[in-house]
Each structure stands twice: as C-alpha cells, then as structure tokens.
C-alpha cells in the first residue's frame, strides 16, 4: 500500500496532552516509563504505524534515546513500524479458536479482500494482522480484533457485516 498518506514527523496536540496525561502518573525522572502509552499514541495519530520520525519525537518528549525507543517499537507486536491500513484487523489462529473454525474466517476474510495475512488493502483501509498469540478470549472463539475492539463467535456472515460497516 501507499506510505503517501501517513506521513506525520510531528506529535500533534492530541498526542502531546495524552503522553502528558501519562507523565503525571511517573516520577520526574522516570519518563521512560511512558514509552508505551506515548508510542501508542503517536501510532493512533498516525492511522495505525509508526513512522521514524514519530519515535524520535517521542525519544525526545521522554528524554530517552532513539534506538531504546525503536527497541520497544520493535519489540512489541501491537507496533508497527510500517505503512499498514488503517483499521488493524487481528483474526485469532491459535489453538482454541484454530478448534472453533478460524481457518474458515481467515480464508473468508483473505478471499473478501484478495490479500493474505501480514497485507493491508490496495486502498488503505483494512490491515490484516498476523496474531502471534491468543488475545485472551478463547470462550467466544473463533474471536477477532478489530482497532481496539473485540468480536466473538465469528461466522463469514458476520465477520462482513463488522467489516462492511468500517469507515
Ligand atoms: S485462542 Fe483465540 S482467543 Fe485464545
């Protein structure tokens, strides 16, 4: 997909009051411990990835370095750190809801878009996650992720009406 679109360098207002909010809860001299909340932040800012730029505002906001910030970046799997589309779509695969059918939801939802797994859409709307682990709701599986929100008992009929209704 096109890196085009997203192309913020800056923390915007909503990120800095955000990241400031998060500042209050930590010692002076502890800002680092922000990092994830501030990362999480500028992502959202920045339709869901993180560009250079926005990690080295952050190392600069949190009085940290910028390799210890692309560490975390890198580390943690709800960062990206590519151009990815903007709604995070994460279809859970492992082995409770592999049980329950997520094969079916996966094939239907690759097919639906004519992309696979770890690909966003041509026009920048959806980005299919690869899930690394269990997102914690195997009692309603086969479950998906979608932004921050969680659907359960998944069926393709369902899974389209979700989807469909995205901006
Ligand atoms: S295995 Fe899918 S939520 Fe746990």
Redesign the pocket.
């Known amino acids: 997909m096109s890196a085009e679109k997203n192309k913020s360098t800056e923390l915007d207002n909503h990120s800095i009051e955000e990241i400031d909010e998060w500042l209050k809860r930590y010692p002076e001299d502890q800002k680092q411990s922000a990092v994830l909340a501030a990362l999480r932040a500028a992502q959202h800012q920045n339709e869901g990835f993180l560009t250079v730029e926005l990690m080295d505002a952050v190392a600069d906001k949190l009085e940290m370095s910028k390799i210890a910030v692309y560490e975390v970046a890198s580390f943690y799997s709800m960062f990206e750190t590519k151009p990815v589309g903007r709604h995070c779509v994460a279809i859970?695969t492992?082995?409770?809801?592999m049980l329950m059918g997520s094969d079916t939801i996966v094939n239907h939802v690759e097919k639906k878009y004519g992309i696979k797994i770890g690909e966003s859409t041509p026009d920048g709307k959806i980005f299919l996650k690869v899930e690394e682990e269990?997102?914690?709701?195997?009692d309603g599986?086969p479950?998906m992720q979608v932004d921050h929100v969680y659907h359960m008992s998944l069926t393709p009929e369902k899974v389209d009406k979700i989807l469909d209704s995205l901006e």
């Open positions: 859970c492992n082995i409770s809801c269990c997102l914690a709701g195997c599986g479950m």
